[in-house]
């Protein structure tokens, strides 16, 4: 019986394609708010520049990390070590309070795919649980944010989880499974949607969910061959067709 889709978010459901890929610029604007925010609480950093090279350091060597090691970067940790780096006074600052500083809001250029807020609705009137799991370095309070200024959120009540508040990425079979207790639901009652086929679909897969893989760009011949998903569309249109014929009868609560 099916009782819960879990859904990566970046790709899946946001498309980004309208992004001008200007991260550096967008970036520096949050982090000034963080810098801005400091000078209320205690002696002002030094330079803005200084803090700004600081946090990309720790977060590109962060992600250096992750890459192998599956731990997740976390933007909150990263913040306040960074300020602690740059002469902020240790123990003073919190990175709760450092994350509000931080400002983040939906991404210009990013929307919903067009089909999204249609086939949630379906899936929500049916009764089905739903979870976001997604790769962020951004804790989730943050990614919330940006979902509900998409009108995102309304279709996720039940369960919401960055890598950085899991601390692990995707494959890692730990987040998926984190997610699934969350739910309160087993594996083989879930089935999760993503459009990365080593982190969505083969983590998926390695805790027994069954994995559609949503297409946005080609795969390298090499990899598809290395990783087979369940299901494969195009899509979230196509997903409710794939579920008739995985769990007759879902359409039914």
């Known amino acids: 019986m099916l ?17 001008n890929g200007d991260w550096k610029t967008l970036e520096c604007k949050f982090l000034k708010g963080v810098f801005d ?13 200084a803090f ?18 599956l731990i997740a970067p976390n933007v909150a940790t990263l913040l306040l070590e960074s300020v602690e780096a740059q002469g902020g006074a240790v123990g003073i600052f919190k990175s709760g ?8 809001h939906a991404v ?49 009540p039940d369960c919401r989880l960055s890598a950085a508040d899991a601390g692990v ?8 499974q984190m ?27 390695s805790v027994g969910m069954q994995a559609v893989f949503r297409i946005t760009t080609p795969l390298p011949p090499m990899l598809s061959g290395l990783i087979v998903p369940d299901a494969a569309i195009n899509s979230l249109e196509e997903l ?5 014929g995985w769990f007759p009868g879902w359409r039914e609560n």
């Open 37 to 49: 925010y400091v000078a209320t609480v205690s002696t002002p950093l030094p330079d803005l520049d």
């Open 108 to 156: 210009p250029g990013t929307a919903l795919f067009k089909e999204v807020p249609e086939v949630m609705a379906l899936i929500k009137q049916h009764g089905i649980k739903t979870a976001i799991v997604t790769n962020a370095a951004q804790p989730m309070a943050l990614r919330d944010i940006e979902i509900e200024e998409h009108k995102l959120l309304q279709y996720f």
């Open 179 to 205: 997610a699934l207790d969350h739910l309160g639901v087993t594996a083989d009652e879930a089935v999760f949607v993503g459009d990365n086929p080593i982190a969505d679909i083969a983590g998926a897969q």
């Open 97 to 104: 309070d450092l994350i509000k500083a931080y400002g983040w």
């Open 3 to 19: 009782k819960a889709i879990l859904f990566d978010l970046d790709d899946t459901l946001l498309d980004w394609s309208g992004f």
């Open 52 to 69: 700004i090279d600081e946090f990309h350091h720790r977060i590109r060597e962060a992600w250096r990390v992750g890459r192998g090691s």
């Open 169 to 176: 990425l995707k494959p890692h079979p730990g987040i998926f």
């Open 240 to 244: 409710p067709p794939i579920l008739d």
